[in-house]
């Protein structure tokens, strides 16, 4: 594994711990936790990762897969009703469409 996919590989685990935790923290309960994942990482890739996340977890995730300027059109359409609860992105100008828009949340 190269050294920039490790380094992606750790940052996309560390957020989807850190989403995780906060939806813990939510409050109520939590026996049917899942998030909605937009990604615009390829599919074979990251598809394990997510699966070793609910494995660990149990938390299921639902996870829309497409192109990120897409992906990114569709928040920006959604806008506060997004069901996205996290955005991956592999094209800065596609998460910073959505960042401008202020539809992201400081973690």
Do not use: H
């Not at 598809?47 to 990114?72: H, W």
């Amino acid at each position: 594994m190269t050294n920039s996919r490790l380094k992606a590989l750790i940052s996309l685990l560390s957020a989807l711990f850190l989403t995780a935790s906060l939806t813990a923290c939510a409050g109520g309960e939590n026996e049917d936790a899942s998030l909605t994942i937009y990604s615009g990482r390829s599919q074979e890739f990251i598809e394990p990762f997510f699966a070793a996340f609910t494995e660990a977890t149990g938390i299921e995730l639902d996870v829309r897969y497409g192109d990120s300027a897409a992906l990114a059109a569709q928040i920006l359409e959604e806008g506060d009703n997004s069901p996205a609860d996290l955005f991956l992105s592999q094209d800065a100008g596609a998460l910073g469409a959505v960042a401008g828009a202020k539809l992201l949340a400081s973690l």
